[in-house]
């Protein structure tokens, strides 16, 4: 059942990203930069090392970096992160996963079907894009989403922070040593990855569709249609979209409320300014 859930999430967002991004086309410019205008040799290389430095975190950051020892300790009685730990999973089953864990495979998928769609659009139709994936928004992407990866895998094993049910099975609220995880993943809760992961996914994406509505079909719209259409629905659904993943991971006991809130700026904030260092109000330059 979960693989069968997994396969409509994937090709449901697929779908989306195409509808999404067809009014590129229809109002695409006649000459679109090319990557030398777009980017220069030291911010490719900058990209690349943030992607390298990720890969290096990931794999030996622990034996580099830490955690040594938490350096955030667990929330106090009253606080709002263990309020709504509590809240959400107050009967704890390791054995299940919210929504059969189809969020939290979002974490792992809805990045690589965004890259995947700006990478082979930029293949498939070259200078001239395809669908709008142009090859400067397939770099654009990757360098968001490499910086807000790289910024949390760091943060993770400076902060050295417990997760929930490792906090909460040492008070006896629930049985900890169900949980497949090992010693050095039990520390890296703040701040968390699939929350930058979905939001610097989500908010590129809607700042991308966003452009393209205000510049395609919106173009001679009223200015309330364009604010509403244009600019509050493709972020309010990225918000929506976060919000889901930054949930389960709570309610699965994977991180605190502070752990989600944290890693989606993260992601946010990168993508976003990511996209717009490249480009203007219309999506183009």
């Known amino acids: 059942m979960r693989v069968y859930t997994a396969l409509i999430f994937s090709v449901s967002l697929c779908i989306s990203l195409l509808n999404s ?51 955030i300790g667990a929330p106090a009685e009253g606080s709002s992160d263990l309020r709504f730990s509590r809240w959400s999973n107050p009967h704890f089953d390791p054995q299940q996963q919210w929504l059969g864990g189809v969020p939290d495979l979002a974490g792992y998928v809805a990045p690589v079907l965004g890259l995947s769609y700006y990478i082979g659009g930029s293949f498939i139709g070259g200078q001239q894009g395809y669908y709008g994936a142009y090859p400067h928004e397939a770099l654009a992407f990757t360098e968001g989403l490499s910086w807000a990866m790289l910024t949390t895998s760091l943060f993770k094993r400076l902060v050295g922070r417990e997760r929930p049910y490792v906090t909460r099975g040492a008070w006896g609220e629930l049985d900890a040593s169900a949980v497949a995880m090992s010693r050095s993943e039990q520390h890296l809760s703040f701040p968390s990855g699939h929350s930058t992961v979905i939001a610097a996914t989500t908010f590129f994406i809607a700042a991308d569709v966003s452009d393209a509505l205000i510049s395609g079909p919106l173009l001679d719209k009223d200015p309330f ?27 699965d006991q994977r991180h605190w409320l502070s752990d989600t809130l944290i890693g989606a700026s993260i992601g946010a904030l990168c993508a976003s300014l990511s996209y717009h260092m490249h480009f203007d109000r219309s999506g183009v330059t």
Not at 56 to 68: D, H, I, N, R
Not at 237 to 244: D, K, M, Q
């Open 21 to 71: 991004t067809i009014p590129v086309t229809q109002a695409a410019p006649s000459r679109r930069p090319s990557l030398e205008e777009s980017f220069g040799v030291g911010e490719l290389s900058l990209t690349a090392g943030a992607i390298l430095g990720f890969g290096l975190l990931s794999v030996w950051g622990t034996e580099w970096v830490g955690p040594q020892a938490p350096s």
């Open 225 to 251: 249609q364009r604010a509403l259409v244009g600019r509050v629905l493709p972020y309010m659904g990225a918000s929506f979209i976060s919000w889901v993943v930054m949930y389960s991971r709570i309610k």
